[in-house]
């Protein structure tokens, strides 16, 4: 399907809400479908001059363009395209991309490589990644192989430059854990651009909000909280103008004889994360750098993670499987958050 019949079908999806009654605010709904994943925004009070029409299709051409540059599903994104590319000269690539790898980069190093793009052959091999799964689990073999390729410090970047480098032609990068914050904060700066003072923008979970909801209340957001028995909580808190991305292992996993086998990868080990942290929630200003740390911190698990968060000044909010049920662990800049 070509670009622009894709648009005109995401366009006749537009639900626009006009809030008639009388004490609720005028807002205006944009959802869909980008990176595998759903995407809501709601705009509340946008100027009288704004032609929302022509936003509208601003975001989408956003966001595809982002896909177009970080998907590793689509073989002729950019992304794909370098993981494709086997010289391990330095690689000139669009100042974007050049970017986003650097930023994901430096979040590498400050979470000792809990949080690493080079993670891509791990992902693959564990049977979440673009490439179909083979039964059965693999090998401490695969894993030692794969594990070879895995390392932020074998990718090097030159912004300056707009290059890239590869130390092993075997280095594969995954941008799943830093596209879909970045691609928020992306659809953000738009409607920033166009001044629209008070918007929610939400990718698969990972979100940004700015002034105020319908009601001129800040935003209720509810943060999951999976029980035992597979039923869901929610616990809400009220924020404004602040990034939220959340990290669990109870949305994108798998079990094979009684264990579970999660989406998120300790490259450290190049096994999926076992330990009994289920959700990870980060509140920060960039959706992108929130997205990415909510993986590091599931990573790390509830010690470590809660630890690095702290000294961070990271508003985090731990959930942690117990004998007892799921226990709530929260850093102080996020119980500060809670009591406004
Ligand atoms: P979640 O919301 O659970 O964090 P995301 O889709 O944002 O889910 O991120 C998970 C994806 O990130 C995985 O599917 C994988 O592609 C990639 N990933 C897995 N482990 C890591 C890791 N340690 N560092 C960076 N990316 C990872
Ligand atoms: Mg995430």
């Given at each position: 399907?070509?670009?622009?019949?894709?648009?005109?079908?995401?366009?006749?999806?537009?639900?626009?809400?006009?809030?008639?009654?009388?004490?609720?605010?005028?807002?205006?709904?944009?959802?869909?479908?980008?990176?595998?994943?759903?995407?809501?925004?709601?705009?509340?009070?946008?100027?009288?001059?704004?032609?929302?029409?022509?936003?509208?299709?601003?975001?989408?051409?956003?966001?595809?363009?982002?896909?177009?540059?970080?998907?590793?599903?689509?073989?002729?994104?950019?992304?794909?395209?370098?993981?494709?590319?086997?010289?391990?000269?330095?690689?000139?690539?669009?100042?974007?991309?050049?970017?986003?790898?650097?930023?994901?980069?430096?979040?590498?190093?400050?979470?000792?490589?809990?949080?690493?793009?080079?993670?891509?052959?791990?992902?693959?091999?564990?049977?979440?990644?673009?490439?179909?799964?083979?039964?059965?689990?693999?090998?401490?073999?695969?894993?030692?192989?794969?594990?070879?390729?895995v390392g932020y410090q074998l990718l090097a970047s030159n912004c300056d430059q707009d290059k890239l480098q590869k130390t092993?032609?075997?280095?594969?990068?995954?941008?799943?854990?830093?596209?879909?914050?970045?691609?928020?904060?992306?659809?953000?700066?738009?409607?920033?651009?166009?001044?629209?003072?008070?918007?929610?923008?939400?990718?698969?979970?990972?979100l940004r909000a700015r002034g105020h909801n319908s009601e001129s209340r800040k935003f209720a957001i509810a943060i999951e909280?999976?029980?035992?028995?597979?039923?869901?909580?929610?616990?809400?808190?009220?924020?404004?103008?602040?990034?939220?991305?959340?990290?669990?292992?109870?949305?994108?996993?798998?079990?094979?004889?009684?264990?579970?086998?999660?989406?998120?990868?300790?490259?450290?080990?190049?096994?999926?994360?076992?330990?009994?942290?289920?959700?990870?929630?980060?509140?920060?200003?960039?959706?992108?750098?929130?997205?990415?740390?909510?993986?590091?911190?599931?990573?790390?698990?509830?010690?470590?993670?809660?630890?690095l968060a702290e000294q961070l000044d990271l508003a985090s909010y731990f959930l942690v499987r117990t004998e007892h049920g799921?226990?709530?662990?929260?850093?102080?800049?996020?119980?500060?958050?809670?009591?406004?």
């Open positions: 399907m070509n670009v622009q019949v894709r648009l005109i079908l995401f366009l006749s999806l537009f639900l626009v809400v006009a809030c008639e009654s009388e004490n609720k605010l005028n807002a205006y709904a944009l959802n869909g479908n980008t990176m595998g994943t759903t995407f809501n925004i709601t705009l509340v009070t946008p100027p009288t001059d704004t032609n929302l029409k022509i936003l509208h299709t601003a975001i989408l051409e956003k966001l595809e363009h982002v896909e177009n540059i970080a998907s590793t599903y689509r073989p002729k994104s950019e992304l794909s395209e370098f993981n494709a590319n086997p010289s391990t000269d330095w690689i000139t690539v669009t100042p974007e991309f050049c970017q986003m790898v650097a930023d994901a980069l430096a979040v590498s190093a400050t979470t000792s490589g809990a949080f690493d793009i080079t993670v891509g052959p791990l992902v693959n091999l564990w049977g979440f990644g673009p490439a179909t799964q083979e039964d059965g689990l693999p090998s401490n073999d695969e894993v030692a192989a794969a594990r070879a390729n092993s032609a075997g280095i594969y990068v995954d941008l799943s854990g830093w596209a879909k914050g970045y691609a928020v904060d992306e659809v953000a700066a738009l409607l920033d651009n166009a001044e629209i003072e008070n918007y929610l923008v939400e990718i698969g979970g990972e909280k999976p029980l035992q028995n597979n039923e869901m909580q929610h616990t809400m808190v009220r924020l404004s103008d602040v990034a939220v991305a959340t990290s669990g292992d109870y949305r994108n996993f798998y079990e094979h004889d009684g264990q579970r086998y999660s989406h998120t990868i300790d490259p450290r080990t190049g096994h999926p994360v076992t330990h009994n942290l289920t959700g990870v929630t980060v509140v920060t200003a960039s959706t992108a750098y929130a997205d990415a740390m909510a993986t590091a911190l599931l990573v790390l698990g509830p010690e470590d993670g809660h630890a799921v226990e709530e662990l929260s850093t102080s800049q996020f119980a500060q958050l809670r009591q406004q």
